[in-house]
């Protein structure tokens, strides 16, 4: 099947641009890069690893922090990790939560080994019919410009955005792995008090 | 409300559970249904003031508690002793970022168990969670297990701790069929 043609970091950029106060979940490997090569900020909160984690700990914020909008930004092969996480979701049913879904069909952490993605497992359907509120797949940078319109508009429920990008390695932007700090200071941006 | 007091807590530990995670600030649970933990699931769907959440497997419930104390709730999770081993990698979660959590854990395999499937995992239990980095408590009886999980809960969520309270199966008893 063909990769995407999107420029990763271009599209976060977009994202993150338009972002309007949301907090945003990345996770491990390239999206944490994409994310932090934008800007280090108190309202994200980066993972380095508990692959398949990143959607979940975006709904745990969204349950949490139902006046703001959460944005998980993450990778095929996390989200595929995850796949249970969609009908845990859908059910959850959380009206603040979107997933983006950075999908360049190959595990470019690790060797860019071929993933499900590009085998055919289409994962904004799965999330469709688990019953996500909106599923959308981009493949060009201008529908990411779109869609930044559309986020800020009220929700029914869970959504998800599957952005195809080009598959390759760039420089690696790297984000502080000290995981109290991220934490701590994530929590200072809400107004919580450190232990 | 409390609906222990004067109980036989050999009989209403779950309830009493329930006092416990209310007075201890609990606002939010994730569980994979255990025969044992029946009652308090119940009893924390059933409250507006608890948001809750049905997991396809145990790990999940492990990120989603790390996300909601990042967004101010305080989270537990309800499991059997099975669905430990699931949650393994996704532990580090919590452990590495100091994270509150607090897994209240029903064990089975262990005691007039008449599932052999069900032992190893039991056998293993205590051993992957502090393998991991999480601290076990157990609990033999309601009484020690109020006051177990009471404690835990102030290990937990005043001190950044990550805590398992293993539920013994004697306590429970025999599943019945």
């Known amino acids: 099947m063909n990769t995407g043609t999107i420029d990763r970091r271009e599209a976060v950029a977009k994202l993150l641009d338009a972002r309007d106060g949301a907090l945003v979940v990345t996770g491990l490997g390239s999206a944490s890069y994409d994310v932090h090569a934008h800007g280090d900020t108190d309202d994200n909160y980066y993972l380095w690893g508990a692959?398949?984690?990143?959607?979940?700990?975006?709904?745990?914020?969204?349950?949490?922090?139902?006046?703001?909008?959460?944005?998980?930004?993450?990778?095929?092969?996390e989200m595929l990790m995850a796949f249970g996480a969609f009908a845990t979701i859908a059910v959850a049913a959380p009206k603040n939560l979107d997933i983006i879904v950075l999908d360049n069909q190959h595990f470019g952490e690790t060797g860019m080994q071929d993933s499900h993605t590009g085998m055919g497992i289409d994962l904004s359907e799965i999330a469709k019919a688990s019953g996500f509120s909106e599923t959308r797949i981009l493949r060009h940078l201008h529908q990411v410009d779109q869609l930044c319109k559309d986020l800020p508009k009220p929700a029914n429920g869970p959504r998800l955005f599957v952005l195809k990008i080009e598959a390759k390695n760039i420089p690696r932007s790297l984000p502080p792995r000290d995981a109290t700090y991220i934490k701590t200071r994530f929590r200072t941006h809400l107004g919580l008090a450190p232990c | 409300m409390n609906t222990s007091i004067n109980c036989d807590l050999s009989l209403n530990w779950p309830s009493a559970l329930y006092d416990v995670l209310k007075s201890a600030g609990v606002g939010h649970m994730s569980y994979v249904p255990d025969a044992g933990h029946t009652t308090l699931i119940n009893l924390l769907n059933g409250d507006r003031h608890v948001k809750t959440n049905v997991l396809t497997t145990e790990e999940e419930g492990v990120a989603i508690a790390t996300g909601a104390w990042l967004g101010g709730l305080r989270s537990v999770i309800l499991m059997q002793s099975s669905g430990v081993g699931n949650c393994i990698n996704?532990?580090?979660?919590?452990?590495?970022?100091?994270?509150?959590?607090?897994m209240l854990v029903t064990m089975r395999g262990e005691w007039n168990e008449f599932n052999p499937w069900q032992v190893p995992m039991g056998k293993a239990t205590q051993a992957t969670l502090e393998a991991i980095g999480v601290t076990v408590l157990r609990a033999e009886t309601g009484e020690d297990l109020i006051e177990i999980v009471e404690q835990?809960?102030?290990?937990?969520?005043?001190?950044?701790?990550?805590?398992?309270?293993?539920?013994?199966?004697?306590?429970?008893?025999?599943?019945?069929?």
């Open chain 2, 90 to 102: 996704m532990l580090s979660l919590p452990v590495q970022t100091r994270t509150p959590l607090l």
């Open chain 1, 51 to 77: 692959m398949g984690g990143a959607a979940l700990t975006g709904l745990g914020i969204a349950q949490a922090q139902t006046a703001k909008r959460v944005m998980v930004i993450t990778g095929d092969g």
């Open chain 2, 152 to 177: 835990a809960a102030t290990m937990a969520y005043e001190a950044d701790g990550q805590i398992a309270v293993l539920i013994g199966q004697r306590l429970l008893g025999k599943k019945k069929w």
